[in-house]
């Protein structure tokens, strides 16, 4: 009786098109990292021996290699010793619309946590002031938080807000998202002006996001304004390049 196949790659019905110009490692490698997008390939799975891989589907053994390599470098796929080629997570492809990152995660079933690292009122310096509308040197409140997908850290958040407009627990912080706080207190998130760019990690935040020194991050800053276009929040956020991205839709003018 044949031993029933335990390498989850064999139900993807993977293909190349040796035809097409795109090259045969880029091809395998979309589809697998569709199938780790799309939960056909969930955390944890393992994936089977490269030269089995590469035997059914008639590549090269350093093609096979060089797929599972790129996955490797986004941060989906992780090689461990004495284990073998691991799913580690998708990547977090976030909508740029007026939604908060842990609603984002839950929606895409990747099991946000929150660790809130900082929660108090103090005098606003130059920058939250002018984003915030207030006075220098006026009280505001400050939350900083390490969000988590699947148990691994996704983004360092620095949120500032005008003192005395909601209660802020710690405890609430990390048990949901903070639009979701902001929303239960009556507060309206109407509009937001967001600004995305990218920088090198320094080593405390590195350290924080399980990232090296000097590794590539993307940075957010948003100003949320209520109806009556009063600033209701300010955050700088941090994210990691390999674990996030950002989906824009452009349209063309009429």
Do not use: W
Not at 17 to 45: C, H, K, M, N, T
């Amino acid at each position: 009786m044949p031993k029933q196949a335990t390498d989850p790659t064999v139900a993807l019905q993977l293909g190349v098109d040796r035809a097409s110009p795109v090259p045969l490692y880029f091809q395998l490698a979309q589809q697998l990292e569709a199938a780790v997008e799309e939960g056909r390939l969930p955390p944890g799975s393992l994936l089977g021996n490269e030269i089995e891989l590469a035997a059914r589907l008639g590549l090269s053994r350093p093609t096979v290699r060089q797929a599972i390599q790129s996955l490797v470098d986004k941060g989906l796929l992780v090689r461990r010793r004495g284990v073998g080629t691991q799913v580690v997570h998708s990547q977090v492809r976030r909508p740029l619309e007026l939604s908060s990152l842990y609603d984002d995660l839950e929606t895409a079933g990747q099991s946000p946590t929150t660790r809130v690292l900082h929660n108090a009122v103090e005098p606003a310096g130059a920058a939250v002031a002018a984003a915030l509308g207030v006075a220098e040197g006026a009280e505001v409140h400050r939350v900083d938080r390490l969000r988590c997908a699947h148990g691994e850290p996704v983004a360092y958040l620095r949120n500032h807000l005008p003192a005395g407009l909601l209660p802020l627990h710690t405890m609430e912080l990390e048990a949901t998202g903070l639009y979701r706080v902001m929303r239960a207190a009556g507060v309206a998130l109407h509009s937001a002006h967001q600004t995305v760019g990218a920088r090198a990690a320094g080593a405390e935040e590195g350290a924080l996001l399980r990232e090296h020194e000097g590794a590539p991050l993307l940075t957010m800053e948003r100003r949320t304004y209520d109806g009556t276009g009063r600033a209701v929040e300010f955050g700088a956020h941090l994210y990691r390049a390999s674990r996030y991205a950002f989906d824009f839709q452009l349209l063309a003018r009429p």
